[in-house]
């Protein structure tokens, strides 16, 4: 049977700590063994000190014990620092594999969940850790030396013994039934909950609007909605846990109750004295204490192996192209289309349909359209982060889908069209472009850009903190940042999506210049309406649903459209004059 990923690095993880697995096993058989020495404490000081005035015995036995508590203690000390060790390399292993495969993960399907429901994944990892090395592990340690306790019950008192054989199974399948209820209740509320977390994640990223347009009143009730439905599943299944813990008691007390009124029939007809009575009582609550213990953490096994599944579904999902680079020198920059066509769903108009041609090498290409026809996705596409659902893309002649992702990214500069920085100084965030740029090209990337003035103006300079998500800077200083970043590599192809967004006017000429001057010996691809970047485009492509509605140079299509063409919902007349 396939143990899946999880199983498979939760093995290496056991086979890895195999030594200090043991190491706690020992601890737990000494602490166990310990364990006997109270009921056999009690057993003395009832049948020997009390009965013989034995203070010589009780002095002997006080000292035992204090030796015995301090040698528990340090032995219980010692478990648990083996536990957090056992956990820290789980939590490496899992949460590195974990976060790896997420990286890995095609765009498409880190946009088919909520941004919420891979972040409680890394819950999933502290759920497996914890029921590898945590409480419910030494209560796994713990279980098999109940059989201890119950041979010294069996040597004691063998009637009692029957008690707790008659009293044990029972325990077991109360146990069993906890984690099966519980297992489906926690479902439904990791489920309610995940909800919750979608709704404050969206809540937090648009605070903004959410102050300026005071919907606090408005998403009240939707939050109220979601936030009840995880109290009510987490009463639900706290309501089935509870009443499986206190029947649990119940019996634990039942056996206590049981074991003493036996116990009480034995003395009375002189086959058992008190001591050994209080003794089996100790050992039976000793036995009885663990098994009675996973009622309660039954779930969290079964929570566990929940945890574990969801993440060995996402651990074994397909991957990008993890190949090595291959040996190809660096591309010119002739982007050429087959027919490329890109659906969001299967029921969907296609967002691109067809599109064929070639672009560059070298120049400067915009790209127009309504809001909708299909300029982003099509960006996406020439980025390969997404894959066209028929067709192909080919960069100098070969299909970009053959390149792992980081060759790609040194050909192909992307800026989306939603920037996001991340925490962290101006410098690191336009660093993050490339693995090998110097302070030179960081500059040079920041003046193309036409951001080096604006940094050189701030006190801290480069070394400016620019907040979570880059929250300190104006949308246009974001926005330069995002573009200096795509062109601090110096890719071959740039693709800029909306650039000029939230530029002023003079930032826009400037940006216009860069791109013109760049454009030399680069192909440059610019989705935008505006006309400074119009002006000096060589190539327009006027997107429309999906197609191409008018090709050609720029004078050309701009006077096109300029002298009335229905532009955006002309035919297609020239396909390949992008070229
Ligand atoms: N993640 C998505 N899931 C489903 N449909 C999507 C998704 N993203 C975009 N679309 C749809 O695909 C089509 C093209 O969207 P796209 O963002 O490429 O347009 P655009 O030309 O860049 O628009 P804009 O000028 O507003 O940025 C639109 O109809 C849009 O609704």
């Not at 995940?194 to 903004?208: D, Y």
Request: aromatic residues 6%; contains cysteine; charged residues 20%.
């Amino acid at each position: 049977m396939n143990r899946g990923l999880v199983g498979q690095l939760i093995g290496n993880a056991i086979r890895h700590n195999k030594a200090r697995y043991f190491e706690a096993l020992f601890a737990s058989l000494f602490i166990n063994f310990l364990a006997l020495a109270v009921p056999v404490f009690m057993l003395q000081i009832y049948d020997r000190v009390v009965f013989h005035h034995g203070l010589t015995t009780l002095q002997g036995l006080v000292v035992g014990m204090v030796c015995v508590i301090v040698f528990d203690g340090v032995l219980r000390l010692g478990r648990a620092r083996l536990f957090q060790k056992i956990g820290l390399n789980i939590d490496i292993d899992v949460g590195r594999a974990l976060y790896d495969k997420i990286m890995k993960l095609p765009l498409r399907v880190l946009e088919g969940k909520p941004a919420s429901s891979w972040q409680i994944l890394f819950r999933d990892v502290d759920a497996v850790r914890g029921a590898l090395a945590g409480p419910t592990t030494a209560l796994v340690l713990d279980l098999p030396f109940a059989i201890l306790f119950f041979l010294a019950i069996l040597w004691l008192a063998p009637p009692l013994a029957g008690v707790i054989a008659v009293v044990l199974p029972v325990f077991v399948l109360l146990a069993w039934r906890s984690g099966a209820s519980v297992s489906t209740l926690s479902e439904a509320e990791r489920a309610e909950n995940a909800k919750r977390e979608a709704l404050i994640g969206e809540i937090i990223a648009g605070r903004a609007t959410v102050k300026a347009l005071g919907l606090g009143e408005k998403l009240r009730p939707e939050w109220e909605m979601r936030h009840r439905n995880t109290i009510l599943t987490s009463m639900d299944r706290g309501r089935s846990s509870d009443s499986h813990v206190t029947v649990g008691q119940m019996l634990s007390i039942g056996t206590t109750v049981a074991i003493t009124c036996v116990g009480a029939l034995l003395i009375l007809e002189q086959s058992l004295t008190i001591g050994a009575l209080i003794a089996s009582n100790m050992l039976a609550s000793r036995l009885v204490a663990p098994i009675a213990s996973l009622v309660g953490q039954w779930k969290s096994f079964q929570a566990a192996r929940e945890a574990a599944q969801r993440l060995n579904a996402v651990l074994e999902m397909e991957g990008e192209r993890d190949a090595v680079e291959l040996p190809f020198d660096r591309p010119l920059g002739k982007l050429q289309l087959e027919e490329i066509t890109f659906r969001y769903g299967k029921d969907l108009d296609p967002a691109v349909d067809k599109l064929d041609g070639v672009i560059g090498p070298n120049g400067l290409h915009c790209i127009i359209g309504r809001n909708g026809s299909g300029k982003s996705t099509f960006f996406k596409l020439l980025a390969g982060l997404y894959r066209p659902d028929a067709g192909r893309v080919l960069l100098d002649g070969a299909d970009i889908s053959q390149f792992p992702r980081r060759q790609l990214t040194r050909w192909i500069g992307y800026m989306p069209q939603e920037v996001v920085l991340f925490s962290g100084t101006i410098r690191e965030n336009i660093l993050m472009g490339s693995d090998t740029a110097t302070d030179e090209d960081l500059i040079g990337a920041a003046k193309l850009a036409g951001v080096h003035e604006l940094i050189a103006q701030m006190p801290m300079g480069y070394e400016t903190d620019v907040g979570e998500a880059g929250h300190r800077l104006s949308g246009g200083q974001r926005r330069r940042l995002a573009a200096a970043r795509a062109l601090i590599g110096d890719p071959p192809v740039l693709l800029l999506d909306e650039p000029s967004g939230d530029l002023d006017g003079e930032a826009e000429k400037v940006l216009a210049q860069a791109l013109r001057s760049l454009a030399k010996d680069h192909t440059i691809l610019v989705t935008t309406h505006s006309p400074a970047l119009l002006s000096v485009a060589d190539t327009i492509l006027v997107l429309d649903r999906g197609r191409v509605a008018m090709a050609g140079g720029a004078r050309e299509v701009l006077g096109r459209l300029g002298q009335g063409d229905s532009g955006p919902t002309a035919p297609r007349p020239t396909p390949k004059a992008a070229e």
